[in-house]
């Protein structure tokens, strides 16, 4: 389930694409240093699209923001934030383990939550709990500004890594715990929490901005 609290106030196959396409549409400058993405990964890629958009739609989210999120995943494909051996998962609709016991979110719930949260390009954002850093690099692509903390350091340096990768360099990640949020850069105009909880936590609902949307 999904909590969530406000503060005051068709899709087409995807065509060939060459290297050079490649670097322009997910921000590789360098395929050389940057990581690879291959053609058979990408159509699996938007056949999970095509499924997340059908499923968004049928709950009547807002058409153009449903489009914004699945575009912010193209810029930010799923199989780059996990390993060689999990690769073969990403395309299917479920969270997959990464390193350090954690998982990768599953993609039809994160696709939920940001059209829920709306994001827009002037917002700064909070995300909780950076894991393997894929949401973190998909708000990159929609928000203005991006802080995304992370308590297990080795996946911090790792999501750092990946981010760099794909340039996105309106993301910040800090190794700490995000149980009391980040208030060194607050406030904030969404938060994102990538783990449950049992309420909704003060320290995090203190740091939203007015009309801030949190979700958890």
């Known amino acids: 389930s999904l909590m969530g609290v406000c503060g005051p106030a068709t899709t087409q196959g995807t065509p060939d694409l060459t290297e050079q396409d490649k670097q322009k549409l997910?921000?590789?400058?360098?395929?050389?240093?940057s990581p690879v993405i291959t053609q058979p990964e990408l159509d699996k890629m938007e056949s999970l699209y095509a499924l997340i958009k059908w499923r968004l739609r049928d709950e009547e989210y807002d058409w153009n923001t449903i489009d914004r999120v699945l575009q912010a995943m193209r810029e930010n494909?799923?199989?780059?934030?996990?390993?060689?051996?999990?690769r073969a998962s990403a395309a299917k609709d479920r969270p997959s383990f990464i390193d350090h016991k954690q998982t990768i979110s599953q993609p039809?719930?994160?696709?939920?939550?940001?059209?829920?949260?709306?994001?827009?390009?002037?917002?700064?954002?909070?995300?909780?709990?950076?894991?393997s850093g894929w949401v973190a690099a998909i708000l990159g692509s929609m928000a203005k500004q991006v802080y995304s903390v992370e308590v297990i350091g080795p996946l911090a340096k790792d999501a750092k890594k990946k981010l760099g990768h794909l340039h996105r360099d309106n993301v910040t990640v800090i190794q700490t715990d995000g149980t009391f949020g980040l208030p060194g850069f607050a406030p904030y105009d969404a938060i994102i929490v990538?783990?449950?909880?049992?309420?909704?936590?003060?320290?995090?609902?203190?740091?939203?901005?007015?009309n801030g949307r949190m979700i958890i």
């Open 108 to 131: 039809s719930l994160v696709a939920k939550m940001l059209c829920i949260l709306d994001i827009k390009d002037t917002d700064v954002v909070l995300d909780v709990g950076t894991g």
């Open 194 to 210: 990538g783990a449950g909880a049992p309420k909704i936590p003060l320290p995090l609902k203190s740091q939203l901005a007015a």
């Open 26 to 33: 997910y921000g590789l400058k360098n395929a050389a240093t």
């Open 77 to 86: 494909p799923r199989p780059l934030f996990m390993s060689r051996a999990n």
